[in-house]
């Protein structure tokens, strides 16, 4: 293997080395020498063409996010990767592994202003897990081991490299015998051992427990380490807008998804419990609400791989750094006996019958999509979410990839995610809309044998919609867009109807015949105006080989209840516009 | 507010001094002095940051995030030898030079230059005692001033040697 390579075949090379399979891009001047490398080596590296550099990092995402593995997009310096800073953004707040690989001008003209350039290193440096600026060849082969190494190991995230015009030119005997050189990066995978049987006897103790799962659950595999250790301690289980799939929701001991539109009893629970089992999710604000009210009667133990995230938002009693999967294992390594659980946990059972018992009182899932305001409607936005989770529940095999808003609360809310973790793909931390379309690309590739659906509203969707012309191009057919066109920002739009006194500022919005839309794409589109169609629509796009785009015309103004006003306790929940 | 000094080996690579000042920067941390040179290993950078903050906890968690950063330690209110250094060019025309050159005698400063209405005065000491000499020397009249920020160095045999944590000085 001493033959002599340019710098743009060697990133073709380690790639390849690095078990990468799809790339998601757009070329451009700058990097335009990888683009004629990998003609070479398309075989093993196929490139998915996207319209719009946010629309590659998005599928990126999708693709990485769907299967745990790397996802890898391109583009050309100046706005090719300023273009690329929001998917950036977006896998930085919701620990997605990603490359980012972009073209800069040539080392000469470097840090003149030269045509499309941008210090996209210095623009990038707080979004990104890390960065590099590489200048010479030499240095490919290193760089991009350590930068997959980084974007995939400990907690996820982002790593972009910047590579000049020159270097990818440049012809040398690349020097793969490389070892990487990181004595600052040790992440701890194996919590302290001492610690996690602190955090065992006190939920062995705990006469009200509770366990809330997140990102880090599915991150680390945990899914059935988690089941057996709520299991056999009867521990009922939150899941985050993240963790959900962790745990089917059909579990006797999933009670659901906390936060700002959580339910009513599953934000009490968190306010009643005395010990509080945090096991990868970051307590972000739109869980705990106003921060100081979070859980008064609660000891937290938190176990996350990232040290920074324990104590951050919440004081936390047990501090647990390691991998969810390793934490578990151990907690079910130490177990006790299960007579001596017995007599511990003699009412376990009466906590978590307060907790369904306050669910009925506060209304489970059905009630809401059935309350009085939406009988007079020709389709409230609930019927079609009804209609969507038993066809998925019927399928078995299939993603869910939301955009953000009214509709992605509804969708974490109202269906029922009962096939294993990572079947939901949604924008959380930066919730970023245009997210689903592209995101769904990437999903679909990564799963051809699935069926994807990708939820939007009508104004996210109006964002990335593009890539429906990459999604035909690529011949993709398992991609099914449902639009809950409701003509509003719509999530905006409530707030300004529950707290500014309806004035609709900059809300409402219109948008092309989104049917015609996907008929000019090459789709199938399919318009739904009443309740009673909207079975026969979901299935007819199901049965259809090919991509279609369904426009749900919902009802234009329901909000979405139950709700915790920013910056209140979590204890005091909006679950009707009569509450306000 | 509390002032924390905290001492932090990191690899020498290019962006690195940038990465910690913007992270300290976007977290809402206010940094008061930063210094930072070479440590007794080629590969590894030392600094040394006075930082203003409730919370250095979480700030010394969120250096760690940072790749490059290879140690980090609080040693606020540990046993440590902490030194800066100050020069300052005085307004010192004839009739006070004398009076000044003395000052610096008990203060152990060294005059550096001497102009005709100036003189150029090197102080290194403990912040505290460079703090002291400038209020002293201030009623002179200070025209220019530069100091380097505190360097800070754990007393004893615990302390921060660089080739702990690296296999190799490559």
Sequence with gaps: ????????????????????????????????????????????????????????GHAAEGYARSTGRIGVCIGTSGPGVTNLVTPIADAMMDSTPLLAICGQVGSLVLGKDAFQETDITGITMPITKHNYLVKRAEELPYVFKEAIHIATTGRPGPVLIDIT??????????????????????PNYHGNRKQIREALRMLAHAKKPLIIVGNGIIQAGASDELRAFAERLGIPVLTTLHGIGALPE???????????????????????????????????????GKASTFAPNAKVIHVDIDPSEIGKNVKVAVPIVGDARNVLKALLEDMPAQEELAALHSNASDWMEHIRDMQDQHQGKQQYVNRAKTENMALPPHDVYAGISEMLNLHGNYHVVTDVGQHQMWAAQLLDYNHGPRTLITSGGAATMGFAVPAALGVAVANPDSIIWAICGDGGFQMTNQEMATIMQEGITNIKVAVINNGYLGMVRQWQELFENKRYSGTPLSGPDFVKLAEAYGWKGIRVERSEDVRAAIEEANNTNGPVLIDFRVEREVNVFPMVPQNKSIGEMLTTEADM | MQKHTIVALVQDRPGVLSRVVGLVRRRGYNIESLAVGHSEQPSVSRLTIVVESEDVEQVTKQLYRLIEVIKVSDVTFDPTVEREMAVVKLHAPASVRHEIISMCGVFEAKVVDVGTTTLIIEMTGTPSKVENF????????????????????????????AGEYIESAA
């Design chain 1, 1 to 56: 293997m001493s033959e002599t390579r340019t710098g743009a075949q060697i990133m073709c090379e380690a790639l390849i080395r690095e078990n990468v399979e799809v790339m998601f891009g757009i070329p451009g001047g700058a990097i335009m020498p990888f683009y004629h490398a990998m003609w070479e080596y398309r075989e093993k590296l196929r490139h998915v063409l996207c319209r719009h550099e946010q629309g590659a």
């Design chain 1, 165 to 186: 015009k020159d270097a990818m030119q440049k012809s040398i005997v690349p020097n793969w015998d490389v070892k990487l050189n990181l004595p600052g990066y040790k």
């Design chain 1, 250 to 288: 059909s579990h006797p001991l999933n009670i659901g998804m906390p936060g700002m539109h959580g339910w009513v009893h599953a934000n009490r629970a968190i306010q009643d419990c005395d010990v509080l089992f945090n096991i990868g999710a970051r307590f972000d604000d739109r869980v705990t």
């Design chain 2, 134 to 161: 400038l209020e002293v020397v201030r009623p002179y009249g200070i025209k220019e001033m530069m100091r380097t920020g505190r360097i800070a160095m754990v007393r004893g045999s615990r302390g921060h040697n």
